[in-house]
């Protein structure tokens, strides 16, 4: 097993994504026993008791047409939710959008409508992976509302997961962007990390970057690290992956060396991307926790592979 994996919050499910079901699974969006995820912009509602999301069944009447409800699939196991009952496995789940009067309406403190790197770690496996899948698809409606050929408005089918021209056409599904990230190590056992021109303040964190069409991981990861860094890497070890639906990634995770031949010394931010680069050692590190990414994080995952254990 991948135990680097398992401290990706992001990248577990409980849930059967349920594609077979998704082309008649609207019609169960108002029985009794279907729970709904409800999103307000990048939000969504979680519960007063506990901290997991707030799968009740409160929909507005009639259901709004931009509510959009998108189907997440099922529960493969039992779960208790926010009220205290126990939704049973195969439990129907929906994303449903809510305009700011609704959700202002329906729960006025903004503390129940947390942005998902805010509430990652406070959620469950399954809610955690609830959201960020809800929150994927939902960027992905948002980016397409017309056909980028035709202009004309796209509507709705199988489930929320495609979307086609009203009069017809071609379906159009999503996509997401792969990003590669990278954590960078010398020959003295050090950790290259870098300050990112528009963080402020200032916190350090792994190398990221797109995946450039035509280019593998690894071509990206030794790319992006010389073009941010002017660092040559080598021996790229492949460590999981995490979805960031920030708007539309899936973030690739690395650890590489540095090459050999090359001095740490001579590596130098790019000043456009990259304020600052620093080299680190563990000692370092454990001083310097709170100026880490957050856990919730795949670079912090990282940074935590290169350490050797969770930084507290």
């Not at 019609?27 to 979680?46: P, W, Y």
């Not at 126990?86 to 449903?96: K, L, S």
């Not at 700011?100 to 805010?118: G, V």
């Not at 899948?133 to 489930?159: D, K, M, W, Y």
């Amino acid at each position: 097993m991948n135990d680097f994996i398992e401290r990706l919050p992001l990248a577990l499910t409980r849930t059967d994504r349920d594609d077979l079901g998704r082309e008649r699974a609207l019609e169960q969006l108002k029985e009794a026993d279907s729970r709904i995820l409800l999103q307000h912009r990048d939000t969504a509602l979680v519960g007063k008791r506990g901290t997991g999301l707030a799968l009740d069944l409160r929909l507005p009447e009639p259901l709004p047409r931009y509510a959009d409800p998108i189907y997440l699939g099922k529960l493969i196991e039992d779960r208790e939710n926010t009220d205290g009952r126990i939704d049973p496995a195969g439990t129907p789940i929906f994303a449903v959008l809510l305009d700011d009067f609704e959700a202002t309406e329906l729960e006025p403190d903004a503390d129940s409508w947390p942005m998902l790197n805010e509430s990652g770690l406070e959620l469950d496996v399954r809610d955690a992976s609830l959201y960020a899948q809800a929150l994927a698809i939902r960027n992905f409606h948002r980016a397409h509302q017309f056909s980028p050929v035709t202009g004309e408005r796209l509507s709705h089918e199988h489930g929320g997961w495609v979307v086609r021209p009203e009069n017809g056409g071609q379906p159009i599904f999503p996509r997401v962007d792969p990003a590669i990230i990278v954590g960078v190590v010398d020959k003295q056992d050090r950790i290259l990390l870098g300050a990112n021109v528009n963080w402020k303040p200032r916190r350090y964190s792994t190398f990221a970057g797109f995946v450039e069409p035509g280019e593998s991981f690894e071509q990206a990861v030794s790319r992006e690290l010389f073009e941010e860094a002017g660092a040559r890497v080598v021996n790229h070890r492949y460590l999981g992956s995490q979805p960031w639906p920030f708007p539309a990634s899936v973030m690739i995770g690395f650890l590489a060396e540095l090459d050999p031949d090359q001095d740490p010394e001579s590596v130098r931010a790019d000043r456009h991307e990259i304020a600052e680069v620093r080299w680190f050692t563990r000692e370092e590190i454990a001083q310097n926790v709170d100026l880490l990414p957050p856990p919730v994080s795949i670079s912090r995952a990282i940074i935590e592979e290169w350490y050797g254990g969770p930084l507290e």
